[in-house]
């Protein structure tokens, strides 16, 4: 029966399981996908608050008994894991090095944990770096062979594909964009060090530095707890773009300063490796063509011609799924 030895057979001899984990160690999900990379079952267990490691793989192992029971096995076995988690991995060692918004994840074997349980091949990386290939393979980035991808969350991850390979460097910090220094003098930054591009542009310090400067500013104040139904502190990035095109003074100086050092940071960027795309995921990046569209501007000004014709700037097509899909990609490398 030769000719039914076709792709679309192969799919259903067998599954992967992708992991993610995300930098507070609050937020996971799990999927079961086949070998397309089609999810066919997932899970998410949202926390309220910040887990050491140990109680976050407690909670792995049961979100995958769920997506991955004998059950749901049935027409083939498991045969690999994936893990993209938000901070230094050792990618080639199997281990986690920090993880700088959790605790009890330093030096953490976790490719050799999930072996051992599972008796599978892991495969674990940073969630952006994941995220990067998965853009490439599956979102916004395919066909292209030089890609940065910025997720801009709560902290900000950075992940460089090369010639359609994730590019890790010496020690495996390759992609830390969010360490990249942009300001004398800036904010302190989740790292303990000042100036960092993470401490200005990531989504908890936006959303910080709006609520520390409206205190000075009635209107803006109020204009918060309009948009916010009295609950300024749980203001989002998507508001605050919509306070400055209502034309807010403070939230049109955030904005401002948002393309000014993501700006500088991608400059520099694009002149190091000339990428033929940057891909921007991550809750920021929501905010749609009111933060590209600027920051393309910003960028044709800052470039070189050459660098910046060659360069598209878009919108990651993954969205919130682009890390799962991550750890998905990961798991089915090479295979
Ligand atoms: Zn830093």
Redesign the pocket.
Known sequence: MAQRNTGKLLATQGYVVGIEISGSGSRQSVALADLNGTILRRTRRPLEYVPDAATVLTIIDEMIAEVASPEQLKEGRLLRIGVAIGGLVDAAQGIVRTLHHAHGWDNYPLQDYFEKKFAVPCIIDNNANAAALAEVQYGSGKGERNVLYVGLGRGIGGGLVVNGHIYHGSSCTAGEI??LFVKEDGPR???G?TG?L??IVSAQAIVRTMIGLSVEHPETEAALRRVTGARAERVTVLQIFQLAAEGDVVALHVVNEIYTYLGIALANIVHLINPGMIILGGSVAQVGAPLLEPLRKRLQELCLPAAFEALHIVQSSLGSEADLMGAVTLALQDM
């Open positions: 969010g360490h930054c989740s790292c060090k960092h993470e401490a």
